[in-house]
């Protein structure tokens, strides 16, 4: 069982500026509005732990991703386990951030995210409901940080 929702926002930035905010795990939380803290390396194979703000006093939900794919400045993907409870297969997600040049010298970043389990079913109104507006204001946060930075010195 699956689902899958994408969302793009346009960047006027070089692939390779879009790529460096995106693989600072350790700057997330001063320009994501839903990351508090993060620890761990974007590099392949590699674990972030990422905290999330706290849902109530006895919740401080912390996602462990692990990195799937790296391929710069074009490509990130990485899997997260939502919910375990013991069983694997209850809820994955797989998220997959593809940077592709516009002919203007900008980009445009599509985050595309394949839900997988036996939860899908009974959560993709769920799903739809939450993910888009947090995913839009993720891009858009995203952006304002790209635009907003000086410009990358050539090496």
Same mark, same amino acid.
Not at 11 to 22: F, G, H, K, N, S
Not at 38 to 44: C, K, L, V
């Given at each position: 069982?699956?689902?899958?929702?994408?969302?793009? !926002?346009?960047?006027?930035?070089?692939? =390779?500026?879009?790529? =460096?905010?995106?693989?600072? !795990?350790?700057?997330?939380? =001063?320009?994501?509005?839903?990351?508090?803290?993060?620890?761990?390396?974007?590099?392949?194979?590699?674990?972030?732990?990422?905290?999330?703000p706290p849902l109530n006093a006895l919740v401080r939900p912390t996602l462990r991703p692990t990195v799937l794919e790296v391929v710069p400045p074009r490509r990130l993907r990485f899997r997260l386990r939502l919910a375990r409870l013991g069983l694997p297969g209850l809820l994955d997600t797989e998220h997959m951030l593809t940077i592709a040049p516009n002919d203007d010298g900008g980009v445009r970043l599509w985050h595309q995210v394949r839900f997988r389990g036996i939860l899908v079913p009974l959560m993709t109104r769920s799903l739809n409901r939450q993910n888009g507006p947090s995913f839009e204001a993720m891009n858009a946060a995203l952006k304002a940080r790209i635009e907003g930075m000086a410009p990358i010195r050539p090496e």
């Open positions: 069982m699956a689902a899958e929702m994408r969302w793009f !926002v346009d960047i006027e930035a070089t692939p =390779q500026r879009v790529w =460096q905010v995106l693989t600072d !795990v350790s700057a997330y939380p =001063q320009w994501n509005p839903f990351i508090t803290s993060t620890e761990g390396t974007s590099g392949t194979g590699g674990r972030v732990s990422v905290s999330l």
